[in-house]
């Protein structure tokens, strides 16, 4: 029996189509159709849009699901319901799982665990090292047939360039994007936060841009020298941004991605060694800060990414030197960001919406991000405006290392749909 979704009332606001107007939309058996018949209006579940914003379903290409192995912080279940809460519909799981991802058989494993929990799509990718180690080169074709849409040895950079350049090489063999943590290992052992001034008063070992910087440089040596498409994680130094605008403006197939919380706090903000501001790459100064807005506004930065990186309390409750880089960042990153680029006037809504869809999904190749007629019928409902207390007590997520905690944020979803069903509502 066919189903009928009919959502009135809404700014329909579709950025990979240049759409921006109040319509009714309108999707049958899980895709977008240009209208129903008045039969079909009559058996459709209608949703009241008036006042809100109908967008595409959001879609993060870096998130840390946790599953397997570290499923007491995060599993596929949790992870998927915490993205439908923020209004993602696509996300993009990294491989440093336990064991990780370098073999044909735990990406089995973990599709299986999302063909049977997940509420989202929710995508894998594959290392490009065995065991993310450096060393040798993860089996990339067979990574690809089990179904990866992107290799990374995310959290831990591969040190050797002449590795490096074998593993770009075999990836895009396959036209497979790599995606790059940009860290010098040699640079930040030992660290724990940006070196500058607030390091030296908090005496904590400090975390020089030039760790990624450095990496970066090199990463855009090797796209030019091979024609990988090379991805940027979760920028955070000025010179990165500056580095990637000028291989860009050389026609280098280089991209990068911002995550909320760079573009919101600095390093100040670890005053008091909270260590819910602990994570990696670590808070920087607000020139940095300020740099990536830049990058934003003027397209060298291609989308925002949350790096949701669940830890338990008890794993964050410690000394700041003791306790895991990452913090959660799904269920509140809509509205984390509209507060930092929409409502500060730096970007347009369709803009953000942009940056947080389709803009994405072209990295990864994914069908999403779009509210084209045939497309897969993913929707965000949001309130732009309206103000929320960030409590992640109530949060879907397992982990609570939110540093958005008592916030009080402008920008609220209301409902979410994947394939015209509906996954998440506020009550």
């Known amino acids: 029996m066919s189903q009928y979704l009919w959502i009135t009332n809404?700014?329909?606001?579709?950025?990979?189509?240049?759409?921006?107007?109040?319509?009714?939309?309108?999707?049958?058996?899980?895709?977008?159709?240009?209208?129903?018949?008045?039969?079909?209006?009559?058996?459709?579940?209608?949703?009241?849009?008036?006042?809100?914003?109908?967008?595409?379903?959001?879609?993060?290409?870096?998130?840390?699901?946790?599953?397997?192995?570290?499923t007491h912080k995060e599993d596929i279940a949790s992870g998927?319901?915490?993205?439908?809460?923020?209004?993602?519909?696509?996300?993009?799981?990294?491989?440093?799982?336990?064991?990780?991802?370098?073999?044909?058989?735990?990406?089995?494993?973990?599709?299986?665990?999302?063909?049977?929990?997940?509420?989202v799509h929710v995508y894998?990718?594959?290392?490009?090292?065995?065991?993310?180690?450096?060393e040798q080169l993860a089996p990339t074709g067979q990574l690809k047939q089990a179904g990866i849409v992107a290799v990374t040895d995310?959290?831990?950079?591969?040190?050797?360039?002449?590795?490096?350049?074998?593993?770009?090489?075999?990836?895009?063999?396959?036209?497979?994007?790599?995606?790059?943590?940009?860290q010098?290992?040699?640079?930040?052992?030992?660290?724990?936060?940006?070196?500058?001034?607030?390091?030296?008063?908090l005496g904590l070992k400090g975390w020089p841009r030039a760790a990624e910087d450095i990496v970066v440089a090199r990463n855009i040596i090797l796209s030019e020298l091979t024609g990988a498409r090379i991805h940027m994680q979760h920028l955070s130094s000025h010179h990165s941004v500056a580095l990637l605008r000028e291989a860009k403006a050389r026609g280098i197939p280089v991209t990068g991605e911002a995550s909320p919380h760079h573009l919101e706090f600095s390093d100040a903000c670890i005053e008091g060694y909270k260590t819910e501001f602990k994570m990696n790459p670590p808070l920087r100064t607000d020139e940095d800060r300020k740099a990536l807005l830049e990058g934003l506004k003027d397209g060298t930065i291609d989308c925002i990414a949350t790096d949701h990186a669940p830890h338990?309390?008890?794993?964050?409750?410690?000394?700041?030197?003791?306790?895991?880089?990452?913090?959660?960042?799904?269920?509140?990153?809509?509205?984390?960001?509209?507060?930092?680029?929409?409502?500060?006037?730096?970007?347009?809504?369709?803009?953000?919406?942009?940056?947080?869809?389709?803009?994405?999904?072209?990295?990864?190749?994914l069908p999403a991000g779009t509210l084209s007629e045939g497309a897969v019928a993913d929707i965000c409902i949001f309130d732009p405006d309206q103000k929320w207390t960030v409590d992640p007590e109530q949060f879907k997520s397992k982990s609570k290392n939110c540093p958005w905690n008592g916030r009080t944020l402008r920008g609220q979803v209301k409902a979410t749909f994947v394939e015209g069903k509906e996954v998440f509502r506020l009550r």
């Open 10 to 70: 809404g700014l329909i606001i579709d950025p990979a189509n240049q759409r921006e107007e109040q319509s009714d939309l309108f999707a049958k058996d899980g895709r977008i159709v240009h209208h129903l018949t008045e039969a079909e209006q009559s058996k459709a579940t209608k949703f009241n849009a008036k006042g809100l914003v109908v967008a595409p379903g959001l879609v993060d290409i870096h998130v840390h699901f946790r599953e397997p192995g570290q």
């Open 80 to 119: 998927s319901r915490a993205a439908a809460a923020g209004g993602y519909t696509s996300v993009v799981c990294m491989p440093n799982t336990s064991p990780v991802c370098d073999n044909a058989g735990t990406l089995e494993r973990i599709n299986n665990s999302i063909d049977k929990d997940a509420v």
């Open 124 to 134: 894998t990718t594959g290392c490009l090292t065995m065991g993310m180690k450096g």
């Open 154 to 182: 995310d959290g831990l950079c591969v040190q050797n360039n002449e590795i490096m350049r074998r593993a770009v090489e075999y990836a895009t063999l396959f036209n497979l994007p790599i995606m790059d943590h940009c």
């Open 184 to 201: 010098d290992a040699t640079l930040t052992a030992g660290a724990v936060m940006n070196e500058g001034e607030w390091s030296v008063k």
């Open 312 to 365: 338990s309390p008890t794993e964050k409750d410690r000394e700041f030197d003791q306790a895991p880089f990452g913090i959660i960042g799904l269920e509140n990153a809509l509205a984390s960001t509209l507060e930092t680029l929409y409502h500060s006037k730096e970007l347009s809504l369709s803009d953000v919406i942009a940056l947080m869809t389709h803009k994405g999904a072209a990295i990864c190749n």
